[in-house]
Structure formats: C-alpha cells, structure tokens
C-alpha cells in the first residue's frame, strides 16, 4: 500500500500507526490544537462529520420516544457527593470552579464530567406519579475530564458527546431500554459508518461508575486494536436512592423508578479513520462524508466544461447528495490527491470528449475503480455507486475483524497470539477479577465484553484451571 501513496506528508501507517493517524487528522483539515494540552480545535470539514453523526443519530432517538434536553455544566460539589461509587470514579478527572468573578465560592462547582447527578436533581422534581413515566431524555453537549494524555478524537480533556438519562417505572423496562440504546449504536456503527461490531456486556470490574449493568459495542481498528464506541447502562435504583427520587406506582405505593445511561462520543470519528483510512489519508462513509461527490472538470478552460460540470453538480444537489465543484486553477494531480486524502467517496471528473458522448466518469474513493456513467442515468448510478462504496467498506473491515479473533486455551496461548498477530482472543472464563487482572498484567490486554453470542470453547477457565462460567474477549484497546 505504501508504495501507492500521494500525500507524502501522511506518514505509512505500517512504519508508525499513531504518527499515520495524527498526520491525517491535521492533513484532512479535521482538527487543530489549541493552546491548552488536550483540548482541540474542530476545523469545519471534522465539525461536518460529527453534524451528519449527530443529525442522523438523533433521528434515530427520537424514533425511541427521545426528548432533547440540556443541563448546566456545573455540577455542585455537595450533588456530586451523593453518589458514592459514581464520585469516586470520576475524582482524579474533574475540573473544579473556585471564583466566580472576584470572588471566592462558597461551594466548588465541577465541569461536568458526565451528567447522572444533574438529571437525578431534575428527576427529583418532575416525577411523581407512574404517569410520568417513562422520562425519556438525552443531550448533546461537551464534558471535560482532566485526562493525563491526550489524542485527537480518541482522548480529548473538552469532547462533544450525547448523553441518555431515562427513568422506568419497572427493572424490566428499564433493562430492556438499556439494551435497546445499545442497538441503536450498534445499528448506526454498521449501517452508517460501516463499522462492524461485537455487542456484549463488561466485566464488573469494566462496567461504568455507579452502574449494575455495562453493556459495549466493541470494534477492531486497522492496527487491530480495540475501539469501545459507545456503552449503554443498567442503573437500577441505586441513583434513585441516592437522590431520594420516588413515585406513586398504580398500587398507590412510594416506590423508586429505574435508571438508564447511554452515550457516543466524537471518538467515532477516530474509529472512523482507524478503521478506513489508508496511506493516501481518510476514506469516508458516505452517509456522514460532508461531501459525497466532488465533481472535477477536465481541461476545464474550454468552452461549456465548467457550464456542464456546474449543472451535474446541480442535479446531484437537487438529489440530495452533497456535492461540490472545483473549478480552481490547481492541477487535475493535486485535485485527485487532495480529495482522496479528504476521502471524499465519489471523484465524479468531466471533460470534453465525456460531454460529447454524454457521459461522465466516477471513481470510487474505497477502490479506486472507475465507472462510466451515462449522464441520463446520472443521480441513479450515483445512489448505487455510494451504497456500493459503503458496502465495500463494511466487507473490508468485517473481514479484518473476522480474521483476527484467535481462540485461546491458555493464558500462555493468549499472550502469544496477542504478541504475534494482535487483534481479539476469545477464551472462557471463570468470572473472578484476579484473572482478569492476570490477564492484563501478563498478557497486556483488558476485558473488552463477555459477547452477546456466546460460545462455549472450554469447560475451565484458562488462567486459573477453575470452572469456567463465561467466553470473553480480550484486546489491546485505544
């Protein structure tokens, strides 16, 4: 692959993963730094990505019975306080206010790491009967949380995210809305950013702060690591007590609702890149890609070139594909290379002898394959051809996962796959934290989820020799 590439400043993904994917992200134009270590600057064609996410996410939501809300940013240290298990595990990553003004607080304010103990405060006040429920709310908004290192998309100390906070009078409602969110991501990650994924639930010691019940989507980056792209919680009524939310049920009883959590975060678009891009820079899904075509005129300074091109440009608007044209001075090579390395899906290049034989010619971003298209055919072929790259994408990330999940029967076998091939092992497991520490200690891989479809592959569990009661997944993760 190295040796097709034509963005020398991107440098081979095979030489350095992490130097190839910081090298896009500034190459592309997605993202900047800022003058304070981990907060990043979204340029508008990065900011672009996460609006198309957004917008169809939210559709997505709202199909659920999704309202939108917002919370303050600041969160009292005394609300915080009220979640034991919650506090302690966000502490050593919250930013404190201690002025306002001139003037010393009474009381610390934290940025909101995460936001359950504001909507609980709400809760408290607008839930009082079981005809309330279910409350069924999200955000979108911005959290900090004082990371010690940083990574554009994958690490930021500022990150934009969604967070979901609903209340159900029952545990089996509130667990099945749980695993319903958790559908939703997985559904969008494959369907839209044809990104393939593992559902299953974390290991306690993984789960989140404060839950009973974690519940991932876990996906394989080019490099074979890891990605947690979004988790959905079961919270019982843990939060509930905490915060003393009750209603009336339909037995005319007191009673405490249940609680859900559920968020993605811009750290898709990291997926995003570390799972389609190449040497030549990003490679973009269709439905999120801000432009969808880029229409280049050929020898565009004779008669009726740009006319025709600015015209197929239009008809592909009037479609609703989001296209552009570039009639700059610049050569057809530096146009060529600067919209594959923004991984624009479709080239759509028109020139004389095209308009003339009423034709244009397409090139697919994934593969590079060209394709004449009759112009009368124009915005049918164009659908075809966008769903044809984004199924390309899905196939070829869903074989680099299918290929690298090993079967392990020892902690020995486990460390030696992962050292020589990377990627997932799947081995069973007797459920007790002391292996799963092992496991990392030894091995350098972390519980990624005990997988939905389960498998049985041992009667004992390989670190330890005892029973096992579980098959789980194991992985370097980003």
Not at 349 to 368: F, K, N, T, W, Y
Request: net charge negative; charged share 25%; with cysteine.
């Amino acid at each position: 692959m190295a040796k097709d590439k034509k963005v020398e400043q991107i440098t081979d993904m095979e030489v350095d993963f992490a130097q190839w994917f910081t090298d896009v992200c500034k190459k592309a134009e997605l993202i900047d730094y800022s003058s304070i270590k981990g907060m990043f600057i979204y340029r508008p064609y990065g900011y672009a990505i996460w609006e198309n996410i957004q917008r169809i996410m939210d559709a997505e939501f709202k199909k659920c019975g999704v309202e939108n809300v917002y919370m303050p940013m600041l969160i009292p240290e005394t609300l915080l306080q009220k979640e034991k298990d919650h506090v302690e595990g966000f502490a050593p990553e919250c930013a404190w206010v201690t002025m306002g003004g001139n003037e010393k607080l009474e009381e610390r304010y934290c940025i909101r790491p995460t936001s359950e103990t504001l909507f609980c405060e709400h809760y408290k006040n607008v839930i009082q009967s079981h005809r309330d429920l279910p409350k069924l709310y999200n955000q979108w908004c911005s959290v900090l949380r004082w990371e010690k290192t940083s990574r554009p998309f994958l690490r930021h100390r500022e990150f934009l995210w969604q967070e979901g906070h609903t209340m159900h009078a029952t545990a089996e409602e509130a667990e099945a809305f749980t695993q319903r969110m958790l559908n939703v991501y997985a559904d969008f990650c494959e369907q839209v950013l044809a990104m393939p994924v593992i559902r299953g639930r974390k290991t306690d010691k993984e789960k989140f702060n404060g839950a009973e019940a974690t519940y991932t989507i876990e996906c394989m980056m080019h490099d074979r690591k890891a990605l947690q792209a979004g988790t959905s919680h079961y919270f019982g009524d843990g939060f509930a007590k905490a915060f003393d939310i009750t209603f009336t049920n339909r037995d005319n009883q007191r009673v405490n609702p249940f609680q859900t959590s559920w968020g993605v975060s811009t750290r898709l678009i990291g997926g995003i890149i570390m799972t389609h891009g190449d040497n030549n820079g990003l490679v973009l899904p269709p439905k999120v890609a801000p432009i969808q075509v880029i229409v280049v005129p050929v020898a565009a300074h004779k008669p009726g070139v740009t006319e025709a091109a600015t015209d197929v440009m239009n008809r592909l608007l009037a479609a609703g594909v989001r296209t552009k044209i570039d009639v700059s001075d610049n050569s057809m090579g530096w146009k060529c290379a600067e919209y594959e390395m923004k991984g624009v899906p479709l080239r759509l290049e028109l020139g004389p002898r095209d308009i003339e034989a009423g034709q244009c010619v397409i090139v697919r971003r994934d593969s590079g394959e060209k394709t004449a298209v009759r112009l009368d055919d124009l915005e049918t072929k164009v659908e075809e051809l966008l769903q044809a790259v984004h199924d390309g994408l899905f196939e070829k990330a869903k074989q680099n996962l299918d290929e690298h999940i090993y079967e392990a029967h020892s902690l020995e076998e486990a460390k030696a796959l992962q050292a020589e091939h990377g990627g997932f092992i799947k081995t069973m497991w007797c459920g007790d934290e002391a292996c799963e520490n092992r496991m990392k200690d030894e091995a350098g891989m972390s519980s990624r989820c005990m997988p939905f479809a389960q498998e049985h592959l041992d009667d004992v569990c390989p670190i330890c020799g005892r029973k096992a009661v579980k098959s789980i997944l194991w992985g370097v993760a980003y």
